[in-house]
């Protein structure tokens, strides 16, 4: 007769712990939920704002250049192919292929000390590597981005690298990182 007032309690006190584990749980999904809605409306904002010029022209219309005039270095062309060659392979679901060729990219453009395709290699290794789900060395990549835009005060990519970096974080089940990751992308989307 005595047992049963107590373990009354010890129910009524494991109700309790769970009521308040499920409202944390359901406010930061809360959260979450509104950052990725915050996200997705200024994506939205942004493809509609493309979507309006899409044949903006950003030079005038002149005479074309024969192409024995132009002085190409064989290193950068093989480097801008490396890159076309490489959004192909991701475009076609082969990341392997693409880590690969964007790994050889990333050391041409080094080698000629190219910061804007420097930084486009590194976005497309940290792409590759994530959609292998190898998200802590996709991590190292896009943080590269942000890095290689510090040093040459240019900050084109910067705001998808911090979007890639949320989302590695938020595959990789840290979701302190990740927002705090979404919240600087969604503000740079705003002020974009």
């Known amino acids: 007769m005595f047992s049963m007032p107590i373990l009354l309690l010890v129910a009524l006190i494991g109700a309790t712990v769970g009521g308040l584990l499920a409202r944390q749980r359901k406010v ?34 002149g005479a074309r250049i024969p192409e024995s005039e132009i002085i190409v270095d064989p290193k950068k062309q093989e480097l801008i192919s490396k890159l076309k060659t490489d959004k192909t392979f991701l475009r076609n679901q082969e990341p392997e292929k693409a880590y690969a060729e964007f790994k050889i990219a990333l050391e041409l453009s080094q080698s000629l000390k190219d910061p804007i395709e420097e930084k486009k290699a590194a976005r497309g290794l940290g792409a590759s590597l994530q959609r292998q789900g190898k998200y802590r060395e996709a991590i190292q990549y896009h943080s590269m981005v942000l890095a290689i835009s510090k040093r040459e005060g240019e900050d084109s990519g910067i705001t998808e690298a911090y979007g890639a970096i949320a989302d590695c974080y ?12 979404y919240d600087t992308y969604i503000a740079r989307l705003e002020t974009d």
């Not at 979450?32 to 044949?55: D, W």
């Not at 938020?170 to 990751?181: I, P, S, V, Y």
């Open 170 to 181: 938020t595959e990789l089940g840290d979701l302190e990182k990740a927002g705090n990751f």
């Open 28 to 61: 930061e999904l809360q959260r979450l939920n509104e950052q990725l809605r915050q996200i997705n409306a200024a994506l939205r904002r942004q493809a509609k704002i493309e979507s309006y010029a899409p044949s903006l022209s950003y030079a005038p219309v």
